[in-house]
């Protein structure tokens, strides 16, 4: 299953590379961008800030960037590669062993909102400079939906969730709450802590489950 699902990068690739100029003018835009953002928070950094942290003036700044929303993509790009290959390469191990699909659906929606909660402030300045919603085929949403669909599909054909199950409708309604602003809504204005945050997306994973006949053993699920 986890071979099926294909990796998303934050941000599109150019066919043809930088001059080594401009990839270390770059290189050394986003280390000087992720140190402010860490010390003072994206919120409150300016472009003027970064260019002067990093040693380049603000033209060569935009020709890299040409906003806040577009550096903290960039930013955005490394930190979600890495979480879709640690994330699929646990998927693919769990298979292996033979976990129930509706652990490994566990396991992939509790690391969901731990990235999400981990880069919510990146993650809300490209929604406000791209104006992507939820609904969008945004990469990072498209990658959600796709692994959830995948992992559902696979939960039909081993009998451990209900085949008449609409995967696709599923995987939107499980994807839904995984967005940046819900995620902060939650933590920060309703005050509900990362845990019951995921708990909460969890128990929708147990109505996923066959129902039972008369005299019927359903699979383990965990």
């Known amino acids: 299953m986890a071979q099926e699902i294909p990796l998303h990068a934050m941000e599109p690739r150019s066919a043809r590379g930088p001059r080594e100029d401009a990839r270390a003018n770059r290189a ?3 280390a000087a961008a992720q140190q402010l953002f860490e010390e003072r928070g994206v919120a409150q950094v ?4 970064v260019a002067q942290a990093a040693g380049v003036g603000k033209g060569t700044l935009y020709r ?3 906003h806040k929303g577009a550096l903290c993509r960039a ?3 490394a930190h979600f590669r890495a979480h ?4 699929l390469a646990r998927l693919r191990a769990l298979a292996q062993e033979g976990t129930p699909v509706l652990e490994r659906l566990r396991f992939f929606l509790q690391e969901s909102v731990a990235f999400i909660h981990e880069h919510l402030a990146l993650l809300c300045e490209v929604q406000r400079a791209y104006g992507i919603s ?3 085929d945004a990469p990072m949403m498209q990658w959600l939906r796709l692994t959830l669909a995948g992992l559902l599909r696979t939960g039909t054909r081993t009998g451990e969730i209900d085949p008449a199950l609409d995967v696709d409708l599923a995987a ?4 839904a709450p995984l967005t940046a602003a819900y995620i902060r809504h939650l933590h920060e204005r309703s005050g509900y802590g990362l845990d019951a945050i995921a708990q909460g997306i969890l128990r929708l994973v147990e109505g996923l489950r066959p129902a ?3 005299g019927q053993r359903l699979p383990s699920g965990g």
Do not use: C, G, S
């Not at 300016?46 to 800030?49: F, S």
């Not at 879709?84 to 994330?87: E, N, T, W």
């Open 212 to 214: 039972a006949r008369p």
């Open 75 to 77: 930013l955005l790009d």
């Open 134 to 136: 939820p609904v969008e």
């Open 28 to 30: 050394r835009i986003l």
């Open 172 to 175: 939107d309604l499980l994807r």
């Open 84 to 87: 879709q290959d640690a994330v």
């Open 46 to 49: 300016t472009m003027a800030q």
């Open 64 to 66: 890299h960037f040409e």
